[in-house]
C-alpha cells in the first residue's frame, strides 16, 4: 500500500528522492501534431465554450470527443450508434452537426444493406447525442453520395441553410461536388447545382471529396480534398464563389495543404475558431503511417485568410506540422503533471485520457482500478483504452508507480509510460510473455523495441529521464531499485506521462490496481 502522509512528508524532508505533486513547473502553453484522437474525416461543433468533436470513427455509428482548448479532447462515448431498423447499417463516414431550431441535427454518410451510401439526418437534443436517424436518406439519388456539409449563410440577415455533397467516383466516373438549398423544415430542394470536379494536374482524375464553406467579406471559401484517401498524396485545396451557389474558381496555388517526408495525407479538413475567436484553425486527418493507409488521426493547424490591395482573397494554412507551436489563442494553459495517490473517487485534475472507457475504471479505496479489454498500442494498431496521461515538467524528471496485477495470457500488461503520441512512446510494464516478465520498451515511427527481462516480485515501476536517455527502473519494495539492462531515446515532442493497463487479446480481461502515481522534476529533486 502507499506510505501513510506524514511518512511521505518524512521522506521529504530528510531527502529521500521520492516524487512529490508541486513539480509540475511552468504551465503548459504549446501543442504539437498528431493529436491524441484516433479517426477521420474530422468536424467539430462549437456550442459556447466547448467543442465537440466528431469524425469517421466506428463500424456501429459515431463517437463524439469534447474539448474547451482543441487541442485535449475526451471521448464520451456514441454520438450515434446504428440500430435495427433505420436505413444506415454499414459505412458509417464523414458525420458533421449543426444547430437549429433549438434540436441538433448530425448528416453523414451511411449505407443499408443492399445498396451503396447516401446521406442520412439524425437528431438530438444535445450535441452529445444520442442522435436517432430521421432521414435516411435524406434526399433521393440514383448514385452514390458521401461527404455532406451544411453551410449556414448569413448574408443579408437571411440564415439560408446550403447542403454540399459529393457524387461518388463509385459511380459517378469522378467524384463531383454539388449543392442544394435547404427549407426551414429542412426539406432538401430538388434543384442541384454543380460546384466543382476534378480539374487541376494536382487532383488526379477521380476526386474531388470532403467539401467546407465559410464566408469572409464577401467572397466564400470552399476547400476540398483530392485523391484517394488511402494515397499519401491526399491533399487539400480551395475555390472561391461570390455566391454559395457558386460559380467556383479553383485557387492558382493550389494545393494548400499537402504532404511532406514526415507527414502523409493531410486531408478531410473542417473549419473551427479558436476559444477567443481571433483564429481559424484547419482540423484535418493524417495517416498514422508513411506509407498511407486507412488508419488516420486528428492534427490541426491555423488557416488564414489572405487580403492584399487589388488582389483575391486567399488562404494559407500553416501546415501540416509536427513540431510544437502555440496553442489556440484563448485557450488556458494545460496543466503539469502533478503527483496523485488516488485518495478519493477522482482523479487529480492534469490528467486527461487517450480512448477513455468510463465504465472500466475508477478511484475508490485508495486504488485507481483498470478492468482490461481487448486493445493495445503497437506499431498500426491503436485501441488501447484508458491510457491515463498528463504533461511532464520540463527537463528531466523520475516518475514512479506501484501496481498490482497478474497477467495471465500473453500481452496483457500494466504499464508506466512516457508518452508523445500514439506513433512515438516509451513504456516500462508488467506484462505476460510467456511468463511474467518485465518489459522496457520504445516505439518511434511505429516501429517498436523492447528488452525483457523475468520479473520476481518485483511492482514498484519506475523510468528516469536524464538528458536524451530513459532509463528503468524496478523495485519489490520501494527502497531498494534494480536498473534495468535497457535504455532509450528520450527526445520527445510535447512530452506526456501516465499509466494504463490492457489485454490486446479478445478472450480474457484482467484488473490492474495501481497504488499511486509519482512524479518528480529534476529541477525539484535538485533544490532539497
Not at 534495468?484 to 506526456?496: C, S
Request: glycine share 8%; hydrophobic share 35%; charged share 25%.
Amino acid at each position: 500500500m502507499r506510505l501513510p502522509a506524514i511518512v511521505f512528508c518524512l521522506l521529504l524532508s530528510l531527502g529521500v528522492p521520492v516524487a512529490r505533486a508541486e513539480d509540475g513547473g511552468h504551465a503548459v502553453t504549446t501543442y504539437a501534431n498528431p493529436l491524441d484522437v484516433i479517426l477521420a474525416d474530422p468536424f467539430a461543433l462549437r456550442v459556447g465554450d466547448t467543442y465537440y468533436l466528431y469524425g469517421t470513427s466506428d463500424l456501429r455509428g459515431f463517437f463524439v470527443w469534447t474539448s474547451t482548448n482543441l487541442v485535449d479532447w475526451r471521448q464520451r462515448g456514441y454520438a450515434l450508434r446504428k440500430e435495427r431498423g433505420d436505413f444506415g447499417q454499414r459505412r458509417f463516414w464523414a458525420p458533421e452537426a449543426f444547430e437549429h431550431k433549438g434540436k441538433f441535427y448530425l448528416h453523414y454518410t451511411a449505407a443499408p444493406r443492399e445498396h451503396s451510401q447516401r446521406i442520412v439526418l439524425a437528431e438530438a437534443d444535445s450535441p452529445l447525442g444520442p442522435f436517432k436517424e430521421i432521414k435516411g436518406p435524406w434526399f433521393e439519388s440514383k448514385l452514390c453520395i458521401i461527404d455532406s456539409h451544411v453551410f449556414k449563410d448569413d448574408a443579408n440577415g437571411g440564415g439560408q441553410l446550403y447542403l454540399y455533397y459529393v457524387l461518388d467516383c463509385s459511380e459517378n466516373g469522378d467524384s463531383q461536388i454539388y449543392v442544394r438549398k435547404l427549407a426551414d423544415d429542412l426539406t432538401v430542394s430538388e434543384d442541384d447545382k454543380f460546384c466543382i470536379k476534378p480539374s487541376q494536374p494536382w487532383e488526379g482524375t477521380q476526386w474531388n471529396e470532403a467539401p467546407t464553406v465559410f464566408k469572409r467579406g464577401k467572397t466564400y471559401f470552399m476547400m476540398y480534398s483530392a485523391n484517394c484517401y488511402v494515397d499519401s498524396h491526399y491533399t487539400v485545396g480551395y475555390a472561391t464563389a461570390p455566391s454559395p451557389l457558386g460559380p467556383w474558381t479553383k485557387a492558382a496555388e493550389n494545393p494548400i495543404l499537402r504532404n511532406n517526408p514526415e507527414v502523409s495525407g493531410p486531408g478531410h479538413n473542417a473549419i473551427i475558431d479558436s476559444p477567443d475567436g481571433k483564429e481559424l484553425f484547419a482540423l484535418y486527418h493524417t495517416h498514422q503511417l508513411l506509407t498511407g493507409g486507412a488508419k488516420r488521426q486528428l492534427a490541426i493547424d491555423p488557416i488564414r485568410v489572405i487580403e492584399e490591395p487589388g488582389k483575391p482573397p486567399r488562404l494559407v494554412i500553416d501546415g501540416p506540422t509536427l513540431n510544437s507551436r502555440p496553442l489556440p489563442s484563448g485557450a488556458k494553459p494545460l496543466a503539469r503533471a502533478s503527483s496523485d495517490e488516488f485518495a478519493g473517487d477522482a482523479l487529480a485534475p492534469s490528467w486527461t485520457t487517450f480512448g477513455e472507457s468510463p465504465g472500466d475504471w475508477k478511484v475508490a479505496d485508495g486504488w485507481l482500478t483498470i478492468q482490461t479489454r481487448d486493445g493495445d498500442v503497437f506499431e498500426e494498431r491503436t485501441d488501447l483504452e484508458n491510457l491515463f496521461l498528463q504533461y511532464a515538467p520540463a527537463g528531466d524528471f523520475t516518475i514512479t508507480t506501484r501496481v498490482d496485477f497478474e497477467p495471465r495470457e500473453n500481452y496483457q500488461h500494466a504499464s508506466l509510460y512516457v508518452w508523445q503520441d500514439h506513433n512515438n512512446y516509451a513504456k516500462l510494464a508488467l506484462v505476460h510473455d510467456d511468463g511474467l516478465r518485465l518489459e522496457a520498451a520504445r516505439e518511434t515511427g511505429g516501429k517498436y523495441a523492447k528488452r525483457l527481462t523475468n520479473a520476481n516480485a518485483e511492482r514498484y515501476l519506475r523510468i528516469r529521464k536524464a538528458g536524451d536517455a530513459l532509463h528503468f527502473y524496478v523495485s519489490a519494495d520501494g527502497t531498494t531499485w534494480r536498473q534495468l539492462d535497457a535504455q532509450f531515446d528520450a527526445r520527445f515532442t510535447e512530452t506526456k506521462v501516465g499509466i494504463t493497463a490492457g489485454s490486446p487479446g479478445p478472450s480474457t480481461s484482467a484488473q490492474a490496481r495501481f497504488d499511486f502515481f509519482r512524479i518528480e522534476s529534476a529541477a525539484a529533486h535538485a533544490g532539497r
